[in-house]
Antibody
Framework: QVQLQESGPGLVKPSETLSLTCTVSGGSISTYYWSWIRQPPGKGLEWIAYIFYSGDTNYNPSLQSRVTLSIDTSNNQFSLKLSSVTAADSAVYYC???????????WGQGTLVTVSS | EIVMTQSPATLSLSPGERATLSCRASQSVSSNLAWYQQKPGQAPRLLIFGASTRATGIPARFSGSGSGTEFALTISSLQSEDSAVYYCQQYSIWPLTFGGGSKVDIK
């Protein structure tokens, strides 16, 4: 298993863009399938989007119009941008990796992002 | 999207008892089904993938079964450390979707 670490602001203002980066260590970014998953406080898990090292992506239709994923293979990082955030986007955001197709065996510790003015 | 429905919402059992958690998909996901365990303040941990294959390091008391639309996670003999919320997730059809979770309490 690789190690994952999310980074980015913990507080974002409404209507602004949430930006998070996941740094991968202990393995190659090209051998896993990567995703962002979020969890509002006290609630369940919601898959946001997927990216492969080739640049192949897939987005949750519920968020697709606001989400952009990118990957930086030279720095072993992938990133999430979520635009026009509202309070409903407040959640713990996890980056996760799957060695087997999209069953996630590696997770970051999660980062709490609060949307508030 | 495929809706994943988990039951029961909460299960309260004593150590050593057997726990069976159910996950139902709104349409067939074949065997593309994973189970996760999540403890408070922690990230989810993969227990089972491919509906029945234990992930690396997962104790043998955890087992998964099912295919198509009906799945189960069984914990053969509950330990105190198994107190957690358990989620199923399908990865057959985009978007990936999770069940709402089943909480296991150890009496």
């Amino acid at each position: 298993q690789v190690q994952l670490q999310e980074s980015g602001p913990g507080l974002v203002k409404p209507s602004e863009t949430l930006s998070l980066t996941c740094t991968v260590s202990g393995g190659s970014i090209s051998t896993y399938y990567w995703s962002w998953i979020r969890q509002p406080p006290g609630k369940g898990l919601e898959w946001i989007a997927y990216i492969f090292y080739s640049g192949d992506t897939n987005y949750n239709p519920s968020l697709q119009s606001r989400v952009t994923l990118s990957i930086d293979t030279s720095n072993n990082q992938f990133s999430l941008k979520l635009s026009s955030v509202t309070a409903a986007d407040s959640a713990v955001y996890y980056c996760a990796g799957a060695k087997q197709w999209l069953s996630f065996d590696s997770w970051g510790q999660g980062t709490l992002v609060t949307v508030s003015s | 999207e495929i809706v994943m429905t988990q039951s029961p919402a909460t299960l309260s059992l004593s150590p050593g008892e057997r726990a069976t958690l159910s996950c139902r998909a709104s349409q067939s996901v074949s065997s593309n089904l994973a189970w996760y365990q999540q403890k408070p303040g922690q990230a989810p941990r993969l227990l089972i993938f491919g509906a029945s294959t234990r992930a690396t390091g997962i104790p043998a008391r955890f087992s998964g079964s099912g295919s198509g639309t009906e799945f189960a996670l069984t914990i053969s003999s509950l330990q105190s450390e198994d107190s957690a919320v358990y989620y199923c997730q399908q990865y057959s059809i985009w978007p990936l979707t999770f069940g709402g979770g089943s909480k296991v309490d150890i009496k």
